[in-house]
């Protein structure tokens, strides 16, 4: 989603495949060998699991048919190839019926270290081990039927409830902190930096994070609704599960009252310079 991009997303064939060129498939070897190597000791224990049973190859970008077998027969997700962007609507739509939606373009070699819009790497390799979580799934789920019926307003807030969760959320296992959100998992640089913060117990409104390593906050809903963020920054402020199953916990809890909520006691002072305008 966003106003514009570079990029095309490579039509599948009538059988369903997409073809990567060679150039294509080193780029993803790189991408996931690279990756596989950071988030040793740092990716939750769900998130691995979901890794081992999807079985991604190394030597070339593996199809959609292949990761739906997985998420079939664990959650009934399936993934779905779209264009580079789609609008809130379709992303909504597709969620609500387990259906994640995937651009198949990847990064060029140029852009590898950094991409802001979410390709293949990113979407696959961030975000569909976690899909053949339940707790996680549930949640996923219920957000898309949510968002399908919220005005514009509401989904602002909704957004936020996404990005410091699925995209970047954190989560507390015995050995630490470990990482769960798929904006990180599939970022070297973000990886490595999300883990190195502090617990925040004060308020946001008047606290500056240090530019070298995040502040962290226990996981509350309203209070990520509330939180504003910015797309093209290391994250200066990360929320935290105690559990997985809280996600699961979550989709069955109203949370469109809990948008109302957050509506009404307003947006807290970003820990970050506006440049890009959070509106709600």
Excluded at 252 to 269: C, E, P, R, T, Y
Aim: hydrophobic share 40%; glycine share 6%.
């Amino acid at each position: 989603m966003g106003s514009g991009t570079k990029y095309i997303s490579k039509k599948p064939d009538e059988q369903g495949v997409v073809h990567w060129d060679s150039s294509e498939n080193r780029v993803w070897h790189d991408l996931v060998e690279r990756q596989l190597a950071c988030i040793k000791g740092r990716a939750c224990q769900a998130y691995i699991d979901g890794l081992d049973l999807l079985e991604l190859p190394l030597d070339r970008a593996p199809q959609l048919a292949e990761i739906n077998a997985v998420l079939k027969s664990t959650t009934g997700w399936e993934c779905v190839a779209v264009p580079a962007l789609i609008n809130f609507d379709r992303f909504f739509a597709l969620l609500a019926n387990q259906q994640f939606p995937v651009a198949t373009f990847l990064r060029s070699r140029e852009e590898f270290d950094y991409l802001q819009e979410p390709d293949f790497f990113h979407e696959i390799f961030g975000h569909c081990a976690m899909l053949t979580n339940p707790a996680f799934a549930a949640f996923t789920h219920t957000y898309g039927k949510l968002g399908a019926k919220a005005n514009s307003s509401q989904r602002v807030y909704l957004a936020r409830l996404y990005w410091f969760t699925v995209e970047f959320g954190l989560l507390r296992q015995a050995e630490g902190l470990r990482i769960y959100g798929g904006g990180i998992l599939s970022s070297p640089g973000e990886t490595q930096y999300a883990l190195a913060g502090k617990m925040n117990s004060d308020s946001i409104a008047v606290n500056k994070a240090d530019k070298a390593r995040p502040l962290y906050r226990s996981f509350d809903p309203v209070d990520i609704m509330r939180t504003p963020y910015r797309i093209d920054i290391m994250q200066p402020l990360y929320f935290i599960l105690e559990d997985i199953n809280q996600l699961y916990e979550l989709a069955h809890q109203d949370i469109m009252s809990m948008v109302v909520k957050a509506q009404q006691q307003g947006l807290h002072q970003p820990l970050f310079e506006t440049k890009i305008k959070d509106a709600g």
